[in-house]
T-cell receptor, first 113, second 108 residues
Framework: DAGITQSPRHKVTETGTPVTLRCHQT?????MYWYRQDPGHGLRLIHY???????DKGEVSDGYSVSRSKTEDFLLTLESATSSQTSVYFC????????????FGPGTRLTVL | GIQVEQSPPDLILQEGANSTLRCNFS?????LQWFHQNPWGQLINLFY???GTKQNGRLSATTVATERYSLLYISSSQTTDSGVYFC??????????FGTGTSLTVIP
């Protein structure tokens, strides 16, 4: 399995608080992605990164920001969490060969009360 | 964005049966991936198959890019095949779009 970890794995927070989720990889892959998974929607892309300090928005980026200061770390921040951001968040990485075969982390379950 | 539709949404099989899952997509793509999400939530790569046919054990996949669909075949299903199967395709900007999945339950 690709070396991808996510932290925390579970988090409960209150509406209006900031939250940061971390994705860490040991594969030196160029591309990193943040998705959310909700019932009835499959996985939807929030943001992705194609290199250090190079990021772009995905399908559902409103209310989220990201940062990538090192190849191995990709942070997802909810500046002011809302109940609609209750979800399971997955990080993914893909390689440098151009085929973009994605590997996923174990996921973070976030509950916003 | 690219529309990705999967069918059927739900499937219940007796152990040992065969099945075919379908993924339709709305635009030309140069990449298509199939994933299995097990009952514990882990997403596992099955195939990277932009075109043609690939096989891996009891699973095989075929993508007909010109007709914008892909099929995942599961033969001699086992209870460990249960879970949700997703296909995903990227746009030209490497944003991936997932279907809503096929939920498979294999009964012993």
């Amino acid at each position: 399995d690709a070396g991808i970890t996510q932290s925390p794995r579970h988090k409960v927070t209150e509406t209006g608080t900031p939250v940061t989720l971390r994705c860490h990889q040991t594969e030196n892959h160029r591309y990193m992605y943040w998705y959310r998974q909700d019932p009835g929607h499959g996985l939807r892309l929030i943001h992705y990164s194609y290199g250090v300090k190079d990021t772009d928005k995905g399908e559902v980026s409103d209310g989220y920001s990201v940062s990538r200061s090192k190849t191995e770390d990709f942070l997802l921040t909810l500046e002011s969490a809302t109940s609609s951001q209750t979800s399971v968040y997955f990080c993914a990485i893909s390689g440098n060969s151009g085929n973009f075969f994605q590997f996923f982390g174990p996921g973070t379950r976030l509950t916003v009360l | 964005g690219i529309q990705v539709e999967q069918s059927p949404p739900d499937l219940i099989l007796q152990e040992g049966a065969n099945s075919t899952l379908r993924c339709n997509f709305s635009d030309s793509v140069n990449n298509l991936q199939w994933f299995h999400q097990n009952p514990w939530g882990q997403l596992i790569n099955l195939f990277y198959i932009p075109s043609g046919t690939k096989q891996n054990g009891r699973l095989s996949a075929t993508t007909v890019a010109t007709e914008r669909y892909s099929l995942l075949y599961i033969s001699s299903s086992q209870t460990t095949d249960s879970g949700v199967y997703f296909c995903a395709v990227p746009n030209t900007g490497n944003q991936f779009y997932f279907g809503t999945g096929t939920s498979l339950t294999v009964i012993p």
